[in-house]
């Protein structure tokens, strides 16, 4: 059974950046495709990135692509997203996720693991 504890979450003013991190316990991130996903009030959960167990192939969701960037340190078998240049739009309480190592997938449905989340807030 995987464990995941999201952190780093806060206030931002916009333009400005923030670093999330998703600490692992129960199982090497490097085994599992990690996801960030994020949910804004009143809507679905949605996709942001992921990073692939093997190969560490990585996809955006056009929305954050060439603002956030996702990472993984297998010593510290932790995933960090660090988020650039937010936008008020981005606010939403965010979620890291673990699918299996193999997954290329980016519906929630495909994860398996879910963290508890960290609230993202970016003022205009």
């Known amino acids: 059974q995987v464990q995941l504890v999201e952190s780093g979450g806060g206030l931002v003013q916009a333009g400005g950046s923030l670093r999330l991190s998703c600490a692992a316990s129960?199982?090497?991130?490097?085994?599992?495709?990690m996801g960030w996903f994020r949910q804004a009030p009143g809507k679905e959960r949605e996709f942001v990135t992921r990073?692939?167990?093997?190969?560490?192939?990585?996809y955006y969701a056009d929305s954050v692509k060439g603002r956030f960037t996702i990472s993984r340190d297998n010593a510290k078998n932790t995933v960090y997203l660090q988020m650039n240049s937010l936008k008020p739009e981005d606010t939403a309480v965010y979620y890291c996720?673990?699918?299996?190592?193999?997954?290329?997938?980016?519906?929630?449905?495909?994860?398996?693991?879910w963290g508890q989340g960290t609230q993202v807030t970016v003022s205009s």
């Open positions: 129960g199982g090497r991130v490097s085994m599992y495709t």
């Open positions: 996720a673990a699918a299996p190592g193999w997954a290329f997938t980016t519906t929630p449905s495909g994860y398996n693991y």
């Open positions: 990073i692939t167990g093997s190969g560490g192939s990585t």
